[in-house]
């Protein structure tokens, strides 16, 4: 599972069991609200995920911002809520450079922009781990 954190929404994609192709799910939104933040811990239990990858927004500089603080609290938050829940997983950050821009060329208006850039993160996520 790929996700592309932000403020007001979420993105998300999971990738079939061959680990090749990632697929764009419904975003989730305010998932730093306590409903958001349930309905992501359930969407990784009843999805039987094994690893999730969090993209990491680095300045293009390549140096921290303001969210790739706020990506680093929220995967942290994430690796700790899984662990008391009894289901801990690897969480990892991973550069997202460009998703965003990859994201918004690859899809139509009317897809979720922010699932899309999930799904371009967790592509790239696992053609390198492959």
Request: glycine share 10%; net charge negative.
């Amino acid at each position: 599972m790929a996700l592309d954190h932000g403020a007001a929404r979420t993105g998300v994609a999971l990738s079939d069991p061959t680990g090749t192709i990632a697929t764009p799910l419904p975003a989730i939104e305010r998932v730093g609200s306590r409903r958001g933040r349930r309905a992501l811990l359930r969407l990784i239990d009843e999805r039987q995920v094994d690893e999730i990858v969090v993209g990491l927004p680095i300045g293009l500089g390549g140096h921290d911002t303001d969210q790739t603080r706020e990506a680093r609290a929220f995967a942290g938050w994430l690796a700790d809520a899984l662990a008391e829940a009894g289901q801990p997983r690897p969480v990892h950050l991973y550069d997202e450079r460009f998703t965003t821009r990859m994201a918004q060329q690859s899809g139509g208006r009317d897809s979720d922009e922010d699932s899309r850039a999930a799904a371009v993160l967790l592509e790239e996520w696992l053609r390198r781990a492959g």
